[in-house]
């Protein structure tokens, strides 16, 4: 069974800080996405950044980048340059050949002013 | 903008009602999707639909079942609520097919309390 794993509860950081958040997951598919979704306090969640597995280059997305790692399962997301507006709970999720998304329990991200 | 909005944003319902979860997107999706998010459990799809009248079971369906009688809604029913189902419901869209399809979009959710 295809699993995410978010390693990190809840983490904190100073504004302007560079923080990354870890996700790992585990399939023996070979073709598959990898997204991290944004949901802000009391607002709905959000696409941030997909990668798709076959493309070696990291995804970016202005402040957002992510750190894929296809060999080690590995799909962490690095926040730049952080905002107070980046305090959000982030989910790293899965989706394979059938298009449905399997997601990790989430960290709660909390930007200290 | 695409929009997902969802009937209520609280519910507080007593054990053994039917409770309705209703959800509408403007955006002409094929595909609609309900998940439960629960605290350290992150969000786990309970049905999804691909197209009108039909639907799919997710991984847990159990006390739950959805229906889809126009493209842009799809709703969600409790039968007899429990209050093991006491929960936050997200309703999602996307695409069929294609790239595309890979972004879903979420509306704000309903906080359901059932007592």
């Known amino acids: 069974a295809q699993t995410v794993t978010q390693s990190q509860p809840e983490m904190s950081v100073q504004e302007a800080e560079t923080v990354t958040l870890s996700c790992t997951y585990d399939t023996s598919e070979s073709n598959y996405y990898l997204f991290w979704y944004k949901q802000p306090p009391s607002r709905q969640m959000i696409l941030v950044i997909r990668?798709?597995?076959?493309k070696q280059q990291n995804a970016t997305e202005n402040r957002f980048s992510v750190n894929f790692q296809k060999a080690a399962k590995s799909f962490s997301l690095k926040i730049s340059d952080s905002q107070l507006g980046d305090t959000a709970m982030y989910f790293c999720?899965?989706?394979?050949?059938?298009?449905?998304?399997?997601w990790g329990a989430g960290t709660k991200l909390i930007i200290k002013p | 903008d695409v929009k997902v909005t969802q009937s209520s944003r609280y519910l507080v319902k007593r054990t053994g009602e039917k409770v309705f979860l209703e959800c509408v997107q403007d955006m002409d999706h094929e595909n609609m999707f309900w998940y439960r998010q629960d605290p350290g459990l992150g969000l786990r799809l309970i049905y999804f639909?691909?197209?009108?009248?039909?639907?799919e079971k997710g991984d847990i369906p159990e006390g739950y079942s959805v229906s889809r009688e126009k493209k842009e809604r799809f709703s969600l029913i409790l039968e007899s609520a429990s209050t093991n189902q006491t929960s936050m419901y997200l309703c999602?869209?996307?695409?069929?097919?294609?790239?595309?399809?890979?972004?879903?979009?979420f509306g704000p959710g309903t906080r359901l309390t059932v007592t």
């Open positions: 990668q798709e597995a076959y």
């Open positions: 639909s691909y197209d009108v009248k039909m639907k």
């Open positions: 999602a869209s996307s695409l069929l097919g294609g790239r595309s399809s890979y972004e879903q979009y």
């Open positions: 999720a899965f989706m394979s050949s059938n298009y449905q998304l399997i």
